[in-house]
């Protein structure tokens, strides 16, 4: 099935740094959303973006919907310990069958103290 | 509002037994979906419902059942139950309409198939 490609995999950073991670796809989606799930739960809606440049914050964090469409970043600044977590990206569109959300692999984030 | 809720948490089960995973959602969405979470490969969908009395397989379908009785609810049955269902199950909800959605995720049933 079809996936995002989400980078990196996994990051280790000192708390107070500041963190990039980015989504792609061959795909065009109309709205990009990021999650954070920690262990033992669900994920966790962070920011929905719904329009191609869009920039949209969410305290510390700030999202972009990529200009083709394709893609999207979310940034994280002053990394603290609560951070530590798997951040996944989707895509949602709609196709032939109906709405299609599509999920990447996640980036899994250690903060160090 | 409760959001998505699933129960059970967690459910240890024998190769061949039948169970049903109960999720239930009360912001009135339309859309309702169901997911597998396994290591390395982010989450797949396995069925998802429109709306009452519609539902639609997912990209990983076989081995469960799905019905939509009512808005609010959306069971998952596993009818016999394969070591290869093992995994973290999530449902998600939200709302139809317009061309830009945003989903919500319940806690999530943990499932170990022996």
């Known amino acids: 099935g079809q996936q995002l490609n989400q980078s990196p995999q996994s990051m280790f950073i000192q708390e107070g740094e500041d963190v990039s991670m980015n989504c792609t796809s061959s795909?065009?989606?109309?709205?990009w959303l990021w999650y954070k799930q920690e262990p033992g739960e669900g994920p966790v809606l962070l920011i929905a973006l719904y329009k191609a440049g869009e920039l949209t914050s969410n305290g510390r964090l700030t999202a972009q919907f990529g200009i083709t469409r394709k893609d999207s970043f979310l940034n994280i600044s002053a990394s603290i310990p609560s951070d530590v977590g798997i951040y996944f990206c989707?895509?949602?569109?709609?196709?032939?069958?109906?709405?299609?959300?599509?999920f990447g692999p996640g980036t899994r984030l250690s903060v160090l103290p | 509002n409760a959001g998505v809720t699933q129960t059970p948490k967690f459910q240890v089960l024998k190769t061949g037994q039948s169970m049903t995973l109960q999720c239930a959602q009360d912001m009135n969405h339309e859309y309702m979906s169901w997911y597998r979470q396994d290591p390395g490969m982010g989450l797949r969908l396995i069925h998802y419902s429109v709306g009452a009395g519609i539902t639609d397989q997912g990209e990983v379908p076989n081995g469960y059942n799905v019905s939509r009785s009512t808005t609010e609810d959306f069971p998952l049955r596993l009818l016999s139950a394969a070591p290869s269902q093992t995994s973290v199950y999530f449902c998600a909800s939200n709302q139809a309409g317009g061309s830009s959605e945003t989903q919500y995720f319940g806690p999530g049933t943990r499932l170990l198939v022996l």
């Open positions: 795909s065009i989606f109309n709205t």
């Open positions: 989707a895509g949602q569109a709609w196709d032939n069958y109906g709405q299609n959300f599509v």
